[in-house]
């Protein structure tokens, strides 16, 4: 069963311009973790978020945790046209080894 | 950082026909993987979870006897689709649980299409 939801489902932008997903999960985590996943391919890691973090960075990449709301933002700036893929959080809760809830994706299309 | 090999990356087979997916952690020890499987345009839904020297756990829904798992080693784990029918065509990936890094590693997949 998937724990989180995402929205939006699909987002479409022009390159240069900031795209924005949330998550909204329903367990105690671990932590959260945000996936890319280009068409027909395997995911790749972009970055882990710990319970206890509110925010983290990487790069272009922002990612927010808001535990007392279970939810989560991956901000991506000044999207390029290799940014184009699915976002998908997962969330590790507190009592799994491993065991990944995924959310149902967000579909980023940019634009040159 | 760790590397997780999927083979084959894609294959066709005749219905009928079983067909082996392996899954294998190249540069880390991974006690315990797991087998998603994906439709188009859909999220990964968690097939199994497999651990080393131990029986697979089936996720509710997931047919045992269909999807043989075999983790008879600490870096490899297989995924055998029995019997193989066209409803049986998805996008199935692997991962492996570096448990040193808390984090997940994903193979490439394997789109498996039944004609």
């Known amino acids: 069963s998937q724990q989180g939801e995402e929205d939006p489902q699909a987002l479409s932008i022009q390159e240069g311009e900031n795209a924005t997903m949330n998550c909204s999960y329903k367990?105690?985590?671990?932590?959260l973790q945000w996936y890319r996943q280009n068409s027909g391919r395997g995911l790749v890691h972009l970055i882990l978020i710990r319970s206890n973090e509110r925010e983290k960075h990487s790069g272009r990449l922002r990612v927010t945790l808001d535990t007392s709301k279970k939810s989560s933002s991956l901000l991506i700036t000044a999207s390029r046209a290799a940014d184009t893929a699915s976002y998908f959080c997962a969330t590790l809760s507190t009592d799994s080894w491993g065991k990944l809830q995924f959310g149902a994706g967000t579909q980023v299309v940019v634009t040159p | 950082g760790a590397v997780v090999s999927q083979h084959p990356s894609r294959v066709i087979c005749k219905s009928g026909t079983s067909v082996k997916i392996e899954c294998r952690s190249l540069d880390f020890q991974a006690t315990t993987m797991f087998w998603y499987r994906q439709f188009p345009k859909q999220s990964l839904m968690l097939m199994a979870t497999s651990n080393e020297g131990s029986k697979a756990t089936y996720e509710q829904g997931v047919e045992k006897d269909k999807f043989l798992i075999n983790h008879a080693s600490l870096t490899l784990s297989t995924l055998t689709v029995t019997s193989a029918h066209p409803e049986d065509s998805s996008f199935y990936i692997c991962?492996?649980?570096?448990?040193?890094?808390?984090?997940?590693?994903f193979g490439s997949g394997t789109q498996l299409s039944v004609l």
């Open positions: 991962s492996a649980w570096d448990r040193g890094l808390e984090k997940l590693f």
């Open positions: 367990t105690s985590i671990n932590n």
